[in-house]
């Protein structure tokens, strides 16, 4: 299935485990390091500061760098807590890799949110890049908060209504 | 002396790209086969992906995979060869060297010990900043040293253990409690097909040593007794490739069992390899 970003609530509705989508458009990164303090501006309202909008937005959990893109594992401590307060803020997809809790199954669910899976072949996915910049978190170097516009970028529906792969 | 200085560090650095960025023929063709007889087609379009990602990577040397790990050296040494001066020296150069041609990702964290725990201190820019692990060193017959340069993700470090086990006078409770784990971190990895390493021995620091032998010398066409059992034992359960189904879990396994201990203890050390492991390369030397 083609996915055009921003996404709207009626597309996500339509989408259901397995299903396989090719991204057009922007989504941003965010791993470990980044995550966290983007929930921290959520919550403190601040996320304005950014100039970003979240909402019909598209989140890939790995780095950037000049060795590539590739999903990193989701289920870390500081990426899966993020999923919630990112989904409530108006994120649609989350992008990654490996098993989800049953905790995080539900506040995708309660956010009309998914969670997609892509294999971590790099040189193919880093191939889908047209323009990246840094829109957050400098500091950070390659955990870095990015925005990538990409096109035809390859990702599986693992976890969508409450129903998942795991 | 100079000479001799680069050419170890030029043929390391040459080692660790091709350990990063090539899949071996062994190594292709475990892909190829899992590939064709992988009845989920989710599944199989993985498996596809990952050969046609090593196909990219090889043609563009790139990395296989952004995650460009840490590297980690084992050096053979024959009992009548003779090291230069400097050979740890120049390898240092050498894999510093081949971080920064790969390029691998700039991970390297900055600061003292309670900031390095933090990562409070941000990273380096320089992908050449990552220092390799401590160096494991083998003797071995003949006046050859070999050299192989390993590169190891971050993914099968949360997924992995060393952890003793009672073997009850039984090989098979020690082989049932390593499906077993298998299992376990198979389920979590995200990046199926997994990669089993284990190496079994006396100590915590040997059986780990052990299982980075294991990944330096296993051969997916030659699988033995035990590793074939754990890897059928593992796919068993399904997993398949990223977790979509199917029977490609594990694509192989690699077990070094060393020297045991008197005693109803065995130390097993795992490490639940990703999709690219062993991202290995070798390199001979023959110092006159």
Not at chain 2, 13 to 37: C, G, H, I, N
Request: proline share 5%; aromatic share 6%.
């Amino acid at each position: 299935m083609l996915i055009r970003t921003p996404i709207d609530e009626a597309t996500i509705s339509e989408l259901k485990i397995y299903d396989k989508l090719e991204i057009s458009g922007t989504i941003f990164t965010g791993r470990d390091a980044a995550l966290p303090r983007l929930v921290k501006l959520i919550e403190s309202g601040r996320l304005e500061e950014l100039g970003i909008d979240l909402r019909g937005s598209i989140i890939f959990h790995t780095a950037v760098s000049p060795a590539g893109i590739g999903p990193t594992s989701s289920n870390k401590h500081d990426i899966e807590t993020s999923i919630p307060a990112l989904s409530k803020a108006g994120v649609k997809i989350h992008v990654g890799k490996g098993s989800l809790s049953a905790a995080t199954v539900e506040a995708l669910k309660a956010n009309n949110s998914i969670f997609a899976v892509n294999p971590p072949v790099t040189a193919l996915l880093t191939s889908t890049i047209r323009e990246k910049r840094v829109v957050a978190f400098p500091e950070e170097g390659m955990e870095a908060m990015h925005l990538l516009q990409v096109e035809n970028f390859p990702a599986i529906v693992a976890i969508a209504h409450g129903e998942s792969i795991f | 002396m100079m000479d001799l200085f680069e050419e170890i560090a030029e043929r390391t650095a040459k080692t660790l790209v091709t350990a990063s960025t090539t899949f071996r023929p062994d190594q292709m063709e475990a892909y190829r086969r899992a590939a064709a007889s992988e009845k989920n087609p989710n599944s199989k379009w993985v498996l596809e992906s990952i050969l046609e990602n090593a196909e990219a990577a090889e043609r563009t040397k790139f990395p296989l995979c952004d995650d460009t790990g840490i590297p980690h050296v084992l050096v053979e040494i024959g009992d009548e060869a003779v090291l230069p001066a400097g050979f740890l020296k120049a390898v240092e150069e050498g894999v510093a060297r081949g971080l920064r041609e790969l390029p691998g990702r700039p991970m390297a964290v900055k600061g003292n010990d309670l900031e390095r725990l933090s990562q409070s201190a941000g990273l380096y820019e320089d992908s050449g900043a990552l220092l390799m692990a401590p160096v494991q060193v083998r003797r071995t017959v003949g006046d050859e040293v070999v050299l192989t340069v390993l590169m190891y993700g971050g993914g099968p470090e949360i997924r992995g253990k060393t952890l003793r086990v009672f073997h009850k006078h039984s090989a098979d409770v020690v082989i049932e409690e390593m499906i077993a784990w298998g299992k376990e971190a198979a389920k979590l990895l995200g990046c199926q097909p997994c990669i089993l390493a284990f190496g079994i021995g006396r100590s915590n620091l040997e059986a780990a040593s052990l299982g980075l032998e294991a990944m330096a010398k296993g051969d997916f066409s030659r699988q033995s007794e035990i590793e074939q059992r754990i890897t059928d034992g593992v796919n068993e359960t399904g997993i398949g490739a990223l977790g979509l189904g199917g029977n490609t879990t594990v694509l192989g396994t690699f077990v070094k069992v060393g020297p045991q201990r008197a005693s109803g203890v065995r130390v097993v050390s795992l490490r639940t390899g990703c999709c690219f492991d062993p991202r290995r390369a070798t390199t001979t030397f023959k110092f006159q």
